[in-house]
């Protein structure tokens, strides 16, 4: 049974971990353990967001609670597959918080800034920032996904639908966490 939100400007909490981690030499989804699903989930869950769902294609496991499996059948065309089916898995949230697993150090405190963001600017939008490197999540108010679905591509997720946009607040979350993605294995942790 899914768990939707109910209330208004509810959050749901999409964590994109569907990929083969080519570079990384597995899917991410099962790195350290599952130490990285495990943390992505708490972000999400203790962060403010409702219903979190985790996107899965690559590698299928179990989700820890209160997190529940999405599958992207097409998961193989990259993070716009992956986002895409995360969306259209939470049809009753106001906004989607967009994280994904290789962002391990980011916590609820991160999540729960970046919410907050989106739900007091009017364009209802925001993103991670750490230093001049911007990051996540991505909070995205459910007006705007139609626009983000007919932006998304092969090998991106939302980088065309945020690109040049001014209407982005940027949150200034260095003092939370790095937001670095791990893509091998050489990276630090």
Do not use: N
């Not at 106001?94 to 729960?112: K, W, Y």
């Not at 991505?138 to 139609?146: E, K, L």
């Not at 980088?159 to 607040?169: E, I, P, Q, T, Y």
């Amino acid at each position: 049974m899914s768990k939707t939100p109910r209330r208004a400007g509810a959050a749901a909490g999409v964590l994109l971990a569907a990929g083969a981690g080519t570079r990384y030499g597995m899917p991410k989804v099962l790195a350290a353990q599952g130490k990285w699903l495990r943390s992505g989930v708490a972000a999400l869950a203790g962060g403010g967001c409702e219903d979190v769902v985790v996107v899965l294609g690559a590698a299928v496991v179990d989700v820890p609670a209160p997190a529940r499996a999405v599958l992207a059948q097409d998961w193989r065309r990259g993070p716009g597959a992956s986002l895409r089916a995360g969306l259209e898995s939470v049809p009753e949230a106001d906004f989607a918080v967009v994280l994904t697993v290789d962002t391990p150090d980011i916590g609820a405190d991160v999540v729960s800034r970046v919410l907050a963001a989106a739900r007091a600017v009017p364009s209802g939008i925001a993103r991670a920032r750490y230093g001049r490197r911007p990051g996540h999540p991505v909070v995205i108010a459910r007006r705007h996904w139609p626009a983000l679905l007919g932006a998304l591509r092969d090998g991106e997720g939302a980088r065309g639908f945020l690109a040049g946009r001014d209407d982005v607040r940027a949150v200034d979350c260095a003092d939370l966490a790095g937001g670095a993605d791990i893509d091998t294995p050489a990276d630090p942790d």
